[in-house]
């Protein structure tokens, strides 16, 4: 789950999960324990995303990697790896947190299919704070809906033998196994850690998504795609944090005065220290007699050297919209009211609605609230129009036809009323020139870098510092 959050592909958390076995089955079996007794100790934890088929095929080709890895081991019968299933946290947005409830919904539905035994469904409004009672609820039901109504419990592999998903699981398998053998081949999933290998890898995935998440290439819907500035926020439970911690002190600090603790604990850093392979029967000792997790990892750790990695980088989806959308709020807090544009839209409702559809939605995942001018014919008319906004702000939303006759024009007259930024809906194409020479500062289009474009706006605004 960690190298989910901090942007890992499919294929390198199959890599990852793989790897990571392999290190904690050698050192079982440095302890005596065979592999076909060491894997039955082992379960794999994956957070299951927004694509529905690539999840699906993730877990299923990581049965069938483990299994593989299990067989090269020496293993004659491998038993499944038990997995477990966590939706996704990167996925959770804290702005229309309801839509949650659609995108934990499809990753369990995911995770089923591909084979998890066990799943944790993350409340619709985990990522605002502390889950409420409705998010608990909601999260249980999920589970039970797709259960008593979807029936896929009823289906041992409801995937199987579609071509699409049979091919995904294949290819996943294929690419997994290779990057696997990389970590291998330079040392295991260890070096790979604390070497910063891991780090940079996931640096460069984590770039891409974001890359994929600015464009809106990866929409995220209610954040970066429709969004609601007129939302009511979900309000997380009051928890008094202070005074839960004194609580548990207090019960720790009664549990340690009927234990006595100290020798076994004492007996059982000292053995760390020496490399004593009795450690495994000193630490069930020290816990018979009542030594806390904290103390028996205290005692385990004593006299070896900390490891230190390269920081993994980690952020949700819709992080960078929503710090645009946290910032135009501030500011709206302060000075009364949202930043604002004016949307000029040329000509009758048919021509002018498309691109004013488009750029209201562009514009509002940045918290700018959008003010549409109407049908509006002739220069005189759109800058009267743009006076009575009350905006300095403007984006010219039409057809590429009435652009070609009119957008020179209208900027011009735009600029001379004193707007400070005029946009264009559409890509600028043969025009560009002309139109920048009118005032036309940029334009705004599907594919283009809209968090970037949003975040140059709120700073020319006053918005973002």
């Known amino acids: 789950v960690p190298y989910h959050t901090s942007g890992a592909t499919a294929v390198q958390e199959l890599a990852y999960a793989l790897a990571t076995g392999v290190l904690y089955l050698r050192h079982l079996e440095e302890r005596g324990i065979a592999p076909e007794a060491g894997a039955r100790q082992l379960d794999f934890v994956f957070a299951v995303g927004r694509d529905t088929f690539v999840e699906m095929a993730k877990l299923r080709a990581f049965r069938r990697l483990w299994s593989q890895v299990l067989a090269a081991c020496g293993v004659d019968d491998p038993a499944p790896a038990p997995v477990h299933a966590v939706t996704s946290p990167r996925t959770l947005t804290t702005r229309d947190p309801w839509v949650n409830l659609l995108r934990v919904t499809s990753q369990v539905f995911a995770a089923v299919c591909g084979g998890a035994e066990t799943i944790t469904t993350q409340p619709f409004d985990a990522a605002v704070g502390q889950p409420g009672d409705l998010g608990r609820r909601m999260a249980l039901n999920t589970h039970t809906i797709l259960r008593e109504e979807s029936h896929l419990h009823h289906v041992a592999d409801p995937a199987g033998g579609s071509w699409y998903v049979e091919r995904l699981t294949d290819d996943l398998a294929a ?82 005065a009927g234990h006595d603790t100290g020798n076994a604990t004492k007996a059982l850093a000292d053995a760390t220290e020496r490399g004593d392979d009795a450690l495994m029967d000193l630490a069930i000792e020290a816990a018979a007699q009542g030594a806390t997790a904290t103390e028996l990892g205290d005692a385990l750790r004593s006299g070896s050297r900390a490891n230190r990695i390269v920081p993994l980088g980690c952020e949700t989806e819709a992080a960078g919209f929503e710090r645009l959308r946290d910032a135009a709020d501030a500011h709206a807090a302060e000075h009364g009211q949202p930043p604002h544009l004016f949307l000029a839209t040329l000509g009758p409702i048919p021509e002018h609605k498309p691109r004013a559809t488009f750029a209201k939605n562009f514009f509002e995942a940045g918290g700018i609230v959008t003010t549409d001018g109407g049908a509006l014919e002739g220069t005189e008319a759109v800058v009267a129009a743009y006076r009575a906004a009350g905006t300095d702000r403007v984006c010219l939303c039409s057809s590429d036809a009435r652009y070609a006759d009119q957008a020179a024009d209208v900027a011009r007259a735009l600029k001379d009323a004193g707007a400070a930024t005029v946009l264009l809906a559409g ?30 706006l709120l700073t020319d605004m006053g918005v973002l510092s």
Request: hydrophobic share 40%.
């Open 427 to 456: 890509r600028m194409g043969d025009h560009e020139q002309t139109f920048r020479a009118a005032g036309i500062d940029g334009a705004i289009f599907l594919g283009c870098d809209v968090q970037a474009t949003l975040s140059q």
């Open 175 to 256: 690419a997994g196994w290779d990057a696997f053998r990389a970590i291998e081949a330079d040392g295991g999933m260890r070096r790979a850690f604390t070497g910063g290998a891991v780090a940079e890898q996931l640096s460069g995935s984590l770039a891409a998504a974001r890359r994929d998440l600015a464009t809106r290439k990866r929409p995220v819907t209610g954040v970066s795609t429709w969004p609601n500035l007129n939302e009511k926020p979900v309000k997380s439970p009051a928890i008094d944090a202070k005074g839960l911690l004194q609580k548990r002190l207090g019960s720790l600090d009664a549990w340690s």
